[in-house]
């Protein structure tokens, strides 16, 4: 029986494989999408009972924790209702069921951190038409499918600072190695990229970025790819990770080791969490933007969307309740503003 | 049926020892390979390293070897360390000043109430392990998760000297491990020498013969299973030492690591044979390849593809030398 | 008295149904409907080789591997420039080979399948890294990728679930009234008595694991379809959802017993109590412990009906 089936199989491939058809170079057709449409109106009423739902990359990070209750806050302050949802894996599947979910119980806005650009622009499309209005924050989508994109600060600043810092440190000499996050989180691939091009600066040319590697947010495999790193790298002189876990885990695991004071290390990471290591020298600073504006400034963009103040296009602008008045940018992305640099004179006014 | 003599036993005996000295040859070689390439992985700290990730994992792995000498499974150890992490890490942050014996102790007790759930539904309702314990796994993970609604404990919530216990050593030797081989030693003695030790051998070969024979099957199942927990709470407690940052997702998947460890260390997936040693053996085994990939600047992404051959490789292996000594069996009686 | 707990599944299930329709707003919506019977389509998909192969006395634990492989190699052969008829072919045979190797080691080696498919559970995860690694390809055309959750027109109900009713009608066919169908309920009861008897053990079971294996990576290319991504991580935890809507569905871990219906009725019972308490705002965390509830409860209830008449027959 088995014989015969080959032949056959065979046969069917080879001729599928010479017939042509849809391939990569053939041209793509990538759908209507609902584009901003309709004009915006600067002075509509901010619209109150408005049903602002957001969905981070999962709902047991605690950066998205602090940054989900300042959109609480600010859908608080707008009268709305607030909800938080998503997946308890940062897993890029999960988020759509979720998307599907609120588009049925009728939600006005959409508030999520993509786990990748692409896997739920599907129901993001689907929700849109059925009359949500979608802002991402953190981590964007392909752009098609949202309608404005909160970014904490601009990639090539968050880049330039945090290529700044481990300068500064390792004395603008020596090997680099970058610990981020998942492979493919859309935030950190973009930093990335952009501190490889900022590293090819004339200041920098001295510094070598060895390798990048992934510590999937998660403490534990931050922490052993942390030792990785330096084990194979035995002469690496600084690490940049710009994700708040992989910088505590990574500081954690030099504290305690000899290589404390001698690999320098700077990152994106959150006061609280790496308070005691700039007090035990560990690390001489890192940078961070407070998350907690930054969801709040999601819900009153996503708030401006639904109430026809904004329709996403770039110029636009809008109030964000305390934050003050923001203006819509390339691509529909409106930016937070500059990151903050923590060290030992700052860290204590800040809890978060 | 082949009369099994003391020659026979002896032969057993070698066997096993030899598949277990095969482990620590393959870790050996591995080692070697690693070093020779950078010289820098046999040092102090690279070894102290290898030991103190070793640990948890060494002693999840003698409790699992127990359970599965039974014949049974326990695939909610993650789950449960995962939740007695965070639960101490929540008691710390409360009694900051309380004494880490007590807090081991604590943790203990959680993980033995868990796998005393696990014990109970298996033993009581006769229900396979394999799905019992994997609606335990979701059961405590949500349990986990709603406890700690998004919180996570830093290391800066914890008392330092908890965390000093984490990764202080003594004599060179970090007390994480020193732990973890007292736990191998104790299980180690208990499977030889005593009675309800060696019956958790006989359950798992032949369960019927054994409740024939008097064991209360029922009851030495159920201890099974809350010794387990019980590890599998240690294992959470040393977990919040060693990481000091503490959330809900602590330990997800490190069933299939504890798994792999086991069967990789030669305890037969259907019961019967093997010993905590192999499988300590298997989890250093899995730690060094590990740290050797990244090392060796192997694709990290190769890592888990080696775990699952090693597995089967295994389980082959396994497999190959109980068909090779039966044969002999079976030959030497006919001699 | 015939398959008391199909009906018991069943009966729960309508009764869920009911009960949500009235209760939480937006369920009992063909959007709705149409979202779920989606969410569900690879589980319900795999869900049908697993059922044979349990009850045929084994497991396969490697099928959500094998879809997340399957994803990758698809990106793969797509950023090779391939054409999507010619990766829809290729890529089940490939998940047929996948499946044959889970047989081989079974069949040929004699290796217990639990340990074997959670060795392929590692190694074909791990594969599907080393292949596509960290990326995801998502650059897949319209037409196919809404093409794939587009509903037939008039409906709510997506095409592809119309393809896995038919593939069910086959299996369900083969299991019930073939004497292959037969013969697994004969290996899964007593194995050496079912060799005796004539019935080929060791080939039937290698060619359940092609089955299982060919299926998961189709599942695998409805799901990339379906996200419009392929990525290694595709599908990771999916296979316990499987076992445990199969388990649910009244089929015996020990092989022997249970019945398509039954399965299909599982699946969709925690698919509809997943996704009414998601409308209903439940959390996540709620929601696993349910589906672990759900899961342990399959399996006690009918030991307790099995122990019950025992108590009755050893009280005077």
Redesign the interface.
């Given at each position: 029986m088995k014989p015969r089936f080959v032949p056959l199989?065979l046969a069917?491939?080879l001729a599928?494989?010479g017939?042509?058809?849809?391939?990569?170079?053939?041209g793509?057709?990538?759908?209507a999408a609902p584009q901003a449409s309709g004009q915006a109106d600067p002075n509509a009423p901010l619209k109150t009972g408005l049903k602002i739902s957001f969905l981070p990359k999962q709902?047991?990070?605690?950066y998205?924790?602090v940054s989900d209750n300042g959109g609480k806050a600010a859908v608080t302050e707008l009268k709305g209702e607030y909800?938080e949802?998503?997946?308890?894996?940062a897993?890029?599947?999960s988020q759509?069921?979720?998307i599907?979910?609120l588009s049925?119980?009728?939600t006005d806005v959409i508030v999520t951190a993509a786990n990748?650009?692409?896997?739920?622009?599907?129901a993001l499309q689907q929700a849109r038409t059925a009359g949500a209005k979608v802002v991402t924050f953190d981590s964007d989508t392909?752009p098609q499918c949202r309608d404005l994109f909160v970014n904490q600060a601009t990639s090539e600043g968050i880049a330039q600072n945090q290529v700044k810092l481990i300068s500064d440190q390792i004395g603008g000499t020596g090997k680099i190695a970058i610990l981020s996050a998942?492979?493919?989180a859309t935030n950190q691939n973009t930093w990335i990229e952009l501190m490889k091009k900022e590293l090819q600066k004339p200041e920098y040319s001295k510094i070598q970025l060895v390798t990048t590697?992934?510590g999937n947010d998660?403490?534990?495999k931050s922490?052993?790819?942390t030792?990785?790193?330096l084990?194979?790298y035995?002469d690496l002189k600084g690490i940049i990770s710009p994700t708040t876990v992989g910088v505590?885990?990574a500081a954690?695991y030099l504290s305690?080791?000899?290589y404390k004071g001698k690999v320098a290390l700077t990152g994106l990471g959150t006061p609280?969490?790496m308070?005691?290591f700039i007090k035990d020298g560990t690390v001489k600073n890192f940078a961070l933007w407070n998350p907690a504006d930054l969801g709040y400034l999601a819900a009153y963009a996503g708030a401006a969307l639904a109430s026809g103040q904004i329709t996403g296009k770039a110029g636009e602008k809008f109030k964000a309740g305390k934050l003050g008045e923001y203006t819509i940018g390339d691509q529909s992305v409106v930016v937070l503003g500059p990151p903050t640099v923590f060290d030992a004179n700052n860290i204590d006014q800040f809890d978060f | 049926m082949t009369a099994v003599t003391a020659p026979k036993v002896r032969q057993a005996r070698n066997l096993r020892i030899g598949r277990e000295v095969g482990i620590v040859v393959a870790m050996v070689l591995l080692l070697a390979a690693t070093a020779i390439r950078n010289p820098g992985f046999l040092g102090a700290q690279s070894l102290r390293d290898l030991l103190l990730g070793s640990a948890i994992l060494v002693v999840l792995a003698v409790g699992q070897t127990m359970v599965v000498i039974t014949r049974n499974v326990d695939l909610s150890v993650g789950s449960i360390l995962g939740l007695v992490a965070f639960a101490t890490g929540k008691l710390f942050v409360a009694q900051p000043g309380l004494p880490i014996v007590l807090a081991v102790l604590a943790g203990i007790g959680l993980g033995v109430v868990c796998g005393a759930l696990n014990g109970g539904l298996v033993a009581v309702a006769q229900v396979p392990s394999l799905v019992i314990t994997l609606g335990t796994l979701y059961v405590f993970r949500g349990v986990d998760y709603a406890w700690a609604a998004g919180q996570q404990i830093n290391a800066a919530d914890m008392p330092p000297g908890f965390l000093r216990f984490g990764s202080a050593t003594v004599l060179g030797i970090p007390w994480l491990a020193v732990v973890a081989a007292v736990v191998l030693i104790a299980a180690g003695l208990f499977l030889r020498s005593y009675r309800s030790g060696r019956d958790l051998y006989a359950i798992g070969s032949q369960p019927a013969a054994a409740t024939l024979s008097g064991i209360p099957v029922g009851r030495r199942v159920f201890a099974v299973f809350a010794v387990n927990g019980a590890l599998a709470g240690l294992a959470g407690v040393l977990y919040a030492a060693r990481f000091g940052t503490v959330d809900a997702t602590a330990g997800t998947g490190l069933e299939l690591q504890v798994v792999a460890a086991v069967v990789v260390g030669g305890v037969a997936i259907f019961g019967g044979s093997g010993s905590v040693w192999g499988a300590a053996l298997g989890a250093l085994l899995l730690t060094t390849i590990g740290s050797s990939l990244a090392v060796l600047r192997i694709n990290p992404f190769w890592q888990q593809a080696v775990v699952g051959a090693l597995i089967l490789a295994a389980i082959g292996l396994d497999r190959l030398l109980a068909v090779r000594m039966a044969r002999r069996l079976r030959g030497r009686s006919h001699a | 008295m015939r398959k008391p707990w199909e009906i018991t599944i069943v009966a729960a299930l309508l009764v869920f149904i009911l009960v949500a329709s009235i209760s939480v707003d937006g369920f009992a919506t063909g959007r709705n409907w149409g979202f779920l019977l989606l969410d569900l389509a690879p589980i319900a998909l795999i869900a049908l080789p697993m059922t044979l192969i349990v009850i045929a006395g084994e497991i396969d634990l490697s099928v959500a591997s094998i879809l997340g492989l399957s994803s990758a190699i698809m990106g793969q052969l797509w950023l090779a420039g391939l054409s999507l008829q010619l990766i829809v072919v290729l890529v089940p045979l490939i998940g047929a080979l996948l499946g044959a190797v889970n047989g081989l080691f079974v069949t040929r080696f004699g290796l217990p399948s639990l340990a074997v498919t959670i060795g392929t559970l590692a190694l074909y995860r791990g594969l599907a890294f080393v292949v596509l690694g960290d990326r995801a390809v998502a650059d897949f055309p319209f037409g196919w990728t809404g093409g794939s959750i587009r509903t037939i027109p008039g409906t709510p109900i997506p095409w592809a679930v119309l393809l896995i009713a038919v593939l069910a009608g086959v299996f369900a066919l083969v299991l019930h009234f073939t004497p292959i169908g037969r013969g697994l309920y004969a290996i899964g009861n007593n194995a050496e008595a079912a060799a005796y008897a004539g019935i080929s053990v060791g080939r039937t079971k290698f060619w359940l694991y092609v089955v299982s294996g060919a299926v998961s990576a189709l599942a695998g290319i409805l799901w990339t379809l379906r996200y419009a991504s392929a990525r290694a991580d595709n599908g990771t935890g999916l296979e316990l959802q499987v076992v445990a809507a199969v388990l649910l569905g009244g089929v015996s871990i020990f092989g022997g017993r249970g019945t398509l219906a039954g399965v299909l009725a599982g699946v969709l019972l925690l698919g509809t109590v997943r996704n009414a308490l998601q409308l209903a705002d439940v959390s996540t965390d709620t929601l696993t412990v349910v589906t672990g509830v759900l899961l342990i409860l399959s399996v006690v209830a009918p030991a307790l009906t099995r122990l019950t008449p025992r108590l009755r027959k050893a009280s005077p």
């Open positions: 199989a069917v491939v599928l494989a017939c042509g058809g849809t391939t990569r170079d053939s793509n057709d990538s759908g709902v047991n990070n605690p998205f924790t909800k949802v998503g997946p308890s894996d897993n890029a599947s759509v069921s979720y599907n979910t049925q119980q009728q990748d650009p692409n896997a739920i622009c599907g392909n998942t492979p493919n590697a992934y998660d403490d534990q922490f052993t790819e030792q990785g790193l084990r194979s035995p505590a885990a954690r305690g080791s000899q609280n969490q308070r005691q | - | -």
